[in-house]
């Protein structure tokens, strides 16, 4: 038990400390267990199993960053089928009303309750439109702005990162970059 | 202060006690800008896995090809030289053709998405005509866009122009266009990175890989750039 816990600390801090590193072990570590699972369990194709896995590390990746898994109770493998195991149905179900699978934004808006399909549909829009912002701002903006509201950075770690000259930098350059993407998200 | 509440709103920190001193408008702004972050995150994540997936696929493919190779080599010690020679040429030339990861049409296919126009004002108020294309552009009706476009002074409208046709499987004009809005780029639009999926869809691969490496690391679409003349080298 001691061993579990501990192994599950050491993933979750490597996540928060250094993602893409992790994020790529563990996909590597974990790929086949994972792919082989599908197989046997679902008769979805090796296209949408892999994307599925993509999905899950991506989602493992959101759970840690917004504090929804802080401490594993279970095995990195176990946390990793049992996000496959949904998004495997879930993509069944759609399959069997149309085809097409997940994307990113579904998994993302589908977490928050949205009764009106309307408003969901302009939400989904509105947040498309800001990662697209963000996307055209491109560094060094992007990585600020994810940095610091999405990973949850300090100042001094960012700056660090980044090879700013000192905090006062890094907190003018983020605030510089926070009023351009306001600003362009007013007109969306 | 009001920035410190919108830094912690945004960074989701005691957002109970932030509700308080941001109204409901900055609320649901910045709500949109929160998930929006997020998914641009997310998006680049799902990027790097995606770009993992195909040198994992690429190594089987290697190792697999080897594999296969050792198998033919063990028969060879029965086989005279000539043949022997004959298979490694075959397989030479299968690696060849097997190796590249993506063709330019694929790259294309899988890079390009639709960059709608930002800003734009809808309804009565859409009283320019610049604006009244922009509406057009991003309802697709790109052959009507196209000739509103056409009769703007706004040079932005270029790049649009370029977009329109790109979508219309007009990769030779788009390329026109494109480049004329890249001679006096007004604004950030990221031309390049358009330009460059315009050479790669019109079987330019050579042009179209030095217009991507143009596209500088500070720069949008820089990583989705690299992206793609990684997978052209």
């Known amino acids: ?188 | 202060m009001k920035e410190d509440s919108i830094d912690r709103y945004l960074r989701g920190q005691n957002i109970s006690a932030v509700n308080d001193k941001l109204s409901h408008a900055e609320l649901e702004e910045l709500s949109i800008i929160r998930e929006g972050i997020r998914l641009s995150a997310l998006q680049e994540k799902s990027l790097m896995l995606k770009n993992l997936e195909k040198e994992i696929a690429s190594n089987d493919h290697q190792v697999s090809s080897k594999q296969s190779r050792g198998r033919i080599m063990n028969l060879n010690q029965v086989m005279a030289i000539a043949a022997s020679l004959t298979l490694l040429i075959a397989a030479g030339l299968w690696f060849v053709n097997n190796s590249g990861s993506s063709t330019p049409d694929e790259l294309y296919a899988s890079h390009y998405e639709f960059p709608a126009a930002l800003g734009v004002v809808r309804g009565s108020e859409a009283a320019d005509d610049y604006n009244k294309a922009l509406v057009t552009y991003n309802s697709k009706k790109f052959e009507d866009a196209i000739s509103l476009l056409n009769q703007s002074d706004n040079p932005r409208a270029k790049f649009y122009m370029g977009i329109s046709y790109l979508e219309l499987d007009n990769p030779s004009s788009a390329i026109e266009q494109l480049t004329d809005y890249g001679l006096n780029p007004i604004g950030d639009l990221p031309y390049q990175y358009f330009l460059g999926l315009a050479y790669l869809k019109s079987g330019d691969i050579a042009q179209g890989k030095l217009t991507l490496q143009k596209i500088g690391e500070s720069q949008g679409y820089w990583t989705e750039a690299q992206d793609i003349i990684n997978q052209l080298n």
């Open chain 1, 1 to 188: 038990m001691l061993q579990i816990l501990k192994q599950s600390h050491t993933w979750i801090e490597d996540i928060r400390s250094d993602p893409d590193r992790a994020l790529k072990n563990i996909y590597q570590e974990e790929r086949s267990f994972c792919l082989s699972w599908m197989r046997k369990h679902t008769s979805l194709s090796d296209n949408d199993q892999i994307e599925i896995f993509q999905s899950a590390v991506v989602i493992l990746y959101d759970n840690i960053m917004n504090g929804k898994l802080t401490e594993a109770k279970a095995q990195l493998s176990s946390y990793l089928i049992s996000i496959c195991k949904n998004k495997s149905q879930e993509v069944h179900r759609r399959q069997s009303k149309h085809s097409g699978s997940d994307s990113i934004t579904d998994s993302i808006i589908g977490n928050h309750v949205i009764d009106d399909v309307d408003e969901k549909e302009v939400k989904e829009e509105k947040i498309n439109a800001v990662a697209k912002i963000l996307l055209m701002m491109g560094p060094p903006c992007k990585t600020i702005i994810e940095l610091y509201y999405y990973q949850k950075m300090s100042m001094v770690d960012i700056g660090q990162l980044m090879d700013y000259k000192n905090v006062d930098t890094v907190k003018n350059q983020k605030y510089k970059c926070m009023q351009r993407l306001r600003k362009q998200t007013q007109s969306i």
